[in-house]
């Protein structure tokens, strides 16, 4: 079969691959299945809910969970199916924001995963006249469920509306408008053909590499309503992978154990975690077990995938790989094949460690207007580079702008921002093209991304700053869990550290140093202080006198999405941390050292 749309992806896994697997979740501790065939049944029996219910052709409706979960997939199918447009939600934003996008959309319901966010939106529901209703997935007492609609659809006896509507849904039309969360002001609807998507699973497809099993599982925690972890879940059903949801971000360890997964995907904050536990128990081993740990990693720390290696050295990575490594590999379950990252560029240190390691990393590349990738690594020399988002997939061109921006031309860039049509025409060259806002360059065919073009900045001496390289190298150490290079229009660099406590305590209580009991007296600590200078001097000698930070002050508060720093998808919002952070860059610039 042609596939066009994508709920045809799921018709295409009953024909061909069906699983008793399709999509699984954790419910009340045990892991519960539903089959392709039971996937089918259920959406088309939400689809026809919906027609009895009344809802057409372009009405919007919003779905937000708190985590992934089937219900989410059924509903999904179940609304394309008779044409109607999704509006994905973070369930981390504001009421005030859902009140805007709800508007901005003219969303007519809303599916919420619970009683939290149930009560979030009704809190705003009277600001929102489209809105008829909200319901929840959980059985809240007194509110609309999800089983309501399944319900109304229970009897098939007019499927035949539903297949004769599914006849009337094209491949251009409109499948879903999704809100980027934007690290300043107000979101934008990126809006989404069937097309757009499609092709991306298709031209992605290419990419996937093969698997030791012949019944492939996929751990998916990447929220949903994201387009990166939404399209692989569409290439997961189009190629036969049962999907696992993971339970939530700090069950992962135990989930990756539980279901044994062939492939995940992660953003490299996850990596940094990941590594970061592995090398706290490492270190804190003792003895000899230290120091054969800490000599594994010096081993593999400059190892380059499909290199050369010497005959000696791969006697020892072989010791190391059964002393070492083989325990990071049972602790991600033992069957990785390899990790997807993407949404922000993973330190190349990291990344060679997890090869050396056995555990491949492929970075990608792509953006919520691309639907999303433009480009990912492949598990094969000439498509693979460290540092490197591999070559674009398929039918998708990519050029470079005289600034070095990244642009791109194909059948993945979206229709256009919602209501702005003005925005639309901005972000697009006259000859069709997408800009990117990103900074890159090709070596050997691959993609490289050097910056974003937004975050570059100059200093009063005219030398412009590249801060997101800087902060991934400072990153690698287990003292900083997040870091902000600032200094647009100032003489010199700085930084805004938010540190790891946990870490800086265990070190304070090995090398047998007095600290403070409270984060907001820890962090003016001079011991403190004085290990994160050391910290951040070996990288500092790489980089220009220009570049290098010089000053820097800690944050006692810990950077979230809750609290506004990060966006759903781990990045700084740099503009909401300047502005939290103000008195300190103030000081870091009054106290400025003379050069």
Same mark, same amino acid.
């Not at 749309?5 to 009340?28: A, G």
């Not at 590594?275 to 000599?295: E, L, P, Q, R, V």
């Not at 990738?373 to 094969?380: A, E, F, H, Q, T």
């Not at 049509?421 to 800009?435: A, I």
């Given at each position: 079969m042609k596939i066009t749309r994508l709920f045809d992806f799921l018709e295409h896994q009953l024909r061909n691959s069906p699983r008793p697997d399709s999509i699984v979740m954790k419910r009340h501790g045990e892991w519960q299945k539903i089959s392709t065939e039971e996937y089918v049944i259920k959406a088309n029996a939400i689809s026809r809910g919906f027609l009895n219910l009344g809802v057409k052709h372009g009405d919007?409706?919003?779905?937000?969970?708190?985590? #992934?979960?089937?219900? &989410? #997939?059924?509903?999904?199918?179940?609304?394309?199916?008779?044409? !109607?447009?999704?509006?994905?939600?973070?369930?981390?934003?504001?009421?005030? /924001?859902?009140?805007?996008?709800?508007?901005? +959309?003219?969303?007519?319901?809303?599916?919420v995963s619970d009683a939290d966010l149930y009560e979030k939106i009704i809190s705003v529901k009277d600001q929102i006249p489209s809105l008829v209703s909200v319901y929840t997935f959980d059985n809240v007492e007194g509110v609309?469920?999800? #089983?309501?609609? *399944?319900?109304? @659809?229970? %009897?098939? =006896?007019?499927?035949?509306?539903? %297949? +004769?509507?599914?006849?009337?849904? $094209?491949? =251009? /039309? *409109?499948?879903?408008i999704i809100y980027t969360s934007g690290t300043t002001g107000k979101p934008k609807g990126v809006m989404l053909s069937h097309q757009n998507v499609v092709s991306n699973v298709l031209n992605s497809t290419p990419r996937i590499p093969k698997f030791k099993d012949e019944n492939p599982k996929a751990l998916s925690f990447l929220p949903l309503c994201h387009i990166f972890e939404r399209m692989l879940i569409y290439l997961y059903i189009y190629n036969g992978i049962g999907i696992y949801y993971a339970e939530n971000m700090e069950t992962i360890g135990d989930n990756l154990k539980e279901i044994h997964p062939d492939v995940m995907t992660v953003v490299p904050r996850l990596v940094e975690k990941v590594y970061a536990k592995i090398y706290d128990k490492g270190a804190s081993a003792g003895g000899i077990k230290t120091k054969i740990f800490m000599w594994a990693l010096k081993l593999v720390e400059d190892y380059?995938?499909?290199?050369?290696?010497?005959?000696?050295?791969?006697?020892?990575?072989?010791?190391?790989?059964?002393?070492?490594? $083989? $325990? &990071?590999?049972? @602790?991600? @379950? @033992? #069957? *990785?094949? !390899?990790?997807?990252?993407?949404? +922000?560029?993973?330190?190349?240190?990291?990344?060679?460690?997890?090869?050396?390691?056995g555990i491949p990393i492929l970075e990608g590349y792509g953006l919520t207007e691309t639907s999303p990738v433009i480009s990912v690594n492949s598990m094969d020399k000439s498509g693979f580079g460290i540092g490197m988002v591999g070559k674009p997939i398929d039918g998708v061109e990519v050029k470079l702008a005289e600034d070095g921006e990244i642009l791109v031309k194909g059948p993945n860039v979206m229709m256009g921002y919602y209501n702005k049509p003005d925005l639309t025409q901005e972000v697009m060259t006259p000859d069709g093209y997408f800009k990117t806002g990103d900074i890159g360059e090709f070596i050997n065919g691959?993609? $490289?991304?050097? %910056?974003?073009k937004k975050e570059i900045f100059k200093t009063s001496g005219g030398k412009y700053i590249a801060p997101q390289n800087m902060e991934n190298d400072y990153k690698q150490s287990r003292f900083i869990e997040q870091i902000m290079v600032v200094g647009e229009n100032e003489k010199m660099p700085c930084a805004l550290i938010q540190p790891n406590f946990e870490n800086i305590a265990a070190w304070a209580k090995s090398e047998n140093i007095s600290i403070p009991s409270s984060k907001e007296e820890i962090v003016k600590d001079k011991n403190v202080m004085d290990l994160i200078q050391k910290e951040l001097e070996p990288h500092n000698t790489s980089y220009g006198h220009w570049e290098q930070v010089k000053q820097f002050r800690l944050t006692p508060i810990e950077w979230s999405i809750d609290g506004g720093e990060l966006t759903p998808t781990l990045k700084l919002k740099r503009r909401v941390i300047l502005d939290k952070y103000k008195d300190l860059y103030k000081e870091m610039y009054d106290h400025f050292p003379g050069e």
């Amino acid at each position: 079969m042609k596939i066009t749309r994508l709920f045809d992806f799921l018709e295409h896994q009953l024909r061909n691959s069906p699983r008793p697997d399709s999509i699984v979740m954790k419910r009340h501790g045990e892991w519960q299945k539903i089959s392709t065939e039971e996937y089918v049944i259920k959406a088309n029996a939400i689809s026809r809910g919906f027609l009895n219910l009344g809802v057409k052709h372009g009405d919007k409706i919003a779905i937000a969970s708190t985590t #992934n979960r089937t219900e &989410w #997939n059924l509903l999904d199918i179940g609304l394309q199916q008779i044409g !109607c447009i999704s509006i994905p939600v973070y369930p981390t934003i504001s009421p005030s /924001d859902y009140a805007y996008i709800f508007n901005d +959309a003219e969303v007519k319901f809303a599916f919420v995963s619970d009683a939290d966010l149930y009560e979030k939106i009704i809190s705003v529901k009277d600001q929102i006249p489209s809105l008829v209703s909200v319901y929840t997935f959980d059985n809240v007492e007194g509110v609309p469920n999800l #089983n309501e609609i *399944l319900d109304l @659809g229970s %009897d098939a =006896e007019n499927q035949h509306e539903v %297949d +004769a509507v599914k006849q009337q849904v $094209k491949p =251009e /039309d *409109l499948v879903t408008i999704i809100y980027t969360s934007g690290t300043t002001g107000k979101p934008k609807g990126v809006m989404l053909s069937h097309q757009n998507v499609v092709s991306n699973v298709l031209n992605s497809t290419p990419r996937i590499p093969k698997f030791k099993d012949e019944n492939p599982k996929a751990l998916s925690f990447l929220p949903l309503c994201h387009i990166f972890e939404r399209m692989l879940i569409y290439l997961y059903i189009y190629n036969g992978i049962g999907i696992y949801y993971a339970e939530n971000m700090e069950t992962i360890g135990d989930n990756l154990k539980e279901i044994h997964p062939d492939v995940m995907t992660v953003v490299p904050r996850l990596v940094e975690k990941v590594y970061a536990k592995i090398y706290d128990k490492g270190a804190s081993a003792g003895g000899i077990k230290t120091k054969i740990f800490m000599w594994a990693l010096k081993l593999v720390e400059d190892y380059q995938p499909y290199g050369n290696q010497s005959f000696i050295w791969k006697i020892k990575h072989k010791i190391a790989d059964i002393i070492v490594f $083989k $325990k &990071w590999r049972e @602790g991600v @379950g @033992g #069957n *990785l094949t !390899c990790m997807v990252s993407g949404s +922000a560029a993973l330190s190349p240190r990291l990344n060679r460690m997890f090869w050396g390691a056995g555990i491949p990393i492929l970075e990608g590349y792509g953006l919520t207007e691309t639907s999303p990738v433009i480009s990912v690594n492949s598990m094969d020399k000439s498509g693979f580079g460290i540092g490197m988002v591999g070559k674009p997939i398929d039918g998708v061109e990519v050029k470079l702008a005289e600034d070095g921006e990244i642009l791109v031309k194909g059948p993945n860039v979206m229709m256009g921002y919602y209501n702005k049509p003005d925005l639309t025409q901005e972000v697009m060259t006259p000859d069709g093209y997408f800009k990117t806002g990103d900074i890159g360059e090709f070596i050997n065919g691959n993609l $490289k991304i050097t %910056d974003r073009k937004k975050e570059i900045f100059k200093t009063s001496g005219g030398k412009y700053i590249a801060p997101q390289n800087m902060e991934n190298d400072y990153k690698q150490s287990r003292f900083i869990e997040q870091i902000m290079v600032v200094g647009e229009n100032e003489k010199m660099p700085c930084a805004l550290i938010q540190p790891n406590f946990e870490n800086i305590a265990a070190w304070a209580k090995s090398e047998n140093i007095s600290i403070p009991s409270s984060k907001e007296e820890i962090v003016k600590d001079k011991n403190v202080m004085d290990l994160i200078q050391k910290e951040l001097e070996p990288h500092n000698t790489s980089y220009g006198h220009w570049e290098q930070v010089k000053q820097f002050r800690l944050t006692p508060i810990e950077w979230s999405i809750d609290g506004g720093e990060l966006t759903p998808t781990l990045k700084l919002k740099r503009r909401v941390i300047l502005d939290k952070y103000k008195d300190l860059y103030k000081e870091m610039y009054d106290h400025f050292p003379g050069e």
